[in-house]
């Protein structure tokens, strides 16, 4: 049985949101066991109509305060105690449950979990990663998104050990191939920290690729790509909105006159088909990797289609051990440092 | 007549692409005279069945080397005083031309016309900035895109000026909105560049209108967003990627099964109309700001319908009087930043 922890007060929506999400995913996934934390009540009452086979695999935590999405970090860290983010968070570190998972306020959720979960020894800051559709049936797992906007070549070369243990833990990859994110105009070969972190990347036992372009993370050149908290995010973002406008303009497109909407109404499987592929809620759930436990982000705005994609990413991650890999990726690879200093 | 020194032997393909793109373009913009650079055997053969017209509004200008794709930067600039870029470039200083183009190694074009131009005085150095399309049947203009990787406040500063004037001058936008990109989780409002940066804008007399995240590149928030070049390198590379990716899905999507595929005939307009609206190719020509002349650069790979888009660039920038609002909005703003130190 896996175990995970549910924070239903978090995101945009809440308990309507997370607990017809939690109840589906256990229709799906019988070995999944869930508890959700939050306000008891309300919880209930979104639990009513659950099959009997479900209300038997999921126990209601309670939890008496929520963290605000506009929370300022030290409030929902220092003031909110009793939250459902602490509470869900202090049942990963207390071995109740395997895996977290929030889309209530990032800043908190990531502040929580490190205070509650502490950091792996060998890694400074946590990462945010998620997976990116590549052109081939694929995904490349690309961190960090935003949770480092300053970053060392040192916590460059820490994403790749974590994204690689990631990979290697839910996609069964044996020696998962890592990219560097860099400018491919000749002028200028990336700024010093890539150009030291392919330095320590090359030295490393990691199945380093090279520098890889912006455009390769959609292609099948490598299975992680690394780059810096804000490059990550603002790509991300970016990529999220070219594809809601391209959808946007096929739509339109086909609605312009009788005859476009008559060959639309044919395209219709085939549009949604590829709608479904590029849905970026499929996609939703980015892990918080570099803790002692297995953390889930999920968009704050996420409906239940897409917080089930977040269940799903979790119990892979626990299914796939990727608490054990990472902590033993990064055991080694702080003990091989250590070995060429001296 | 506005004249454009076009170095015909640069990009992947040389005179095969640019001489004929040069034709098409002479014949589509009677306003325009083109002076092609290169040598003149080459050029000949590909004028061979230019119109009379055409023929009229052409002159050869000889040049005997090329930079190659891969010279280093100190070759092109020290070694190959005679090449077609150096001459394109001093056809611009010499006032013999309003604007040059090439689709040549960037590198050796950035450092060659700063050589031979120099730089606007108040600019430290130049940027690169390409025209997206937004949703809304407009393009926002982003810079810089991969000519500076590290970067000041003072520089994004001067690329939020450079950037506005381009769209002052081509969109015919009188106080063109300019966003700053930075990132959007709450942990992080961006690292102390963009912050810095921040302020410097809202000190300014530039309309703007604060940060904005990645995917509102693609919305109509801004007219101008400004990054510094490895961002704005590897987002632009990111979103090509995709919208190649996603034309390439939709294509197999309909090639799925007989029905899809005569589905797919029907649909056959719609698509080609999506198709060109987000092709790459019509979005060729960025502008290199900051220099005294204008100076556009062509993708390598540029085919001629590509170069034509280019040339459109370089034809509208001198058109809407691009040199002359540029000095003009720097020379006020160095002035207001002095008096602002006294």
Sequence with gaps: MIRIAIDCMGGDHGLPVTVPAAVAFCERQPGVRLLLVGRPDGIEAQLASAPADVRGRVSIV???????????????????????????????????????????????????????????????????????????????????????????????????????????????????????????????????????????????????????????????????????????????????GLARMISTMIRQEFRRTPLTMAAGVLATPVLNRFREQVDSRRYNGAALLGLRGVVVKSHGSADAYAFGWALQRAYDAVAGGLQERTALAVAQLTKRAEETRQ
């Design 62 to 240: 309670p939890a008496s305060e929520v963290v605000e999405m506009d929370d300022p970090v030290e409030v929902a860290l220092r003031r909110k105690k009793d939250s459902s983010m602490r509470v869900a968070a202090t049942l990963v570190k207390e071995g109740q449950a395997d895996a977290c998972l929030s889309a209530g306020n990032t800043g908190a959720w990531m502040a929580i979990t490190r205070y509650v979960l502490k950091m792996l020894d060998g890694i400074d800051r946590p990462a945010l990663t998620a997976s990116i559709p590549n052109g081939h049936g694929g995904a490349t797992t690309v961190l960090d998104l935003g949770a480092n906007v300053d970053c060392t070549a040192e916590h460059l070369l820490q994403f790749a050990i974590m994204g690689s243990a990631l990979v290697s833990a839910v996609e069964q990859v044996e020696r998962p191939r890592v990219g560097l994110l860099n400018v491919g105009e000749e002028v200028i070969k990336g700024n010093d920290v890539v150009k030291e972190a392919a330095e320590m990347l090359r030295a490393s036992t990691l199945n380093f690729h090279g520098n890889v372009e912006g455009n390769e993370i959609f292609q099948d050149t490598v299975d992680v790509v690394v780059c810096d908290g804000f490059v990550g995010n603002v790509v991300l973002k970016a990529t999220e």
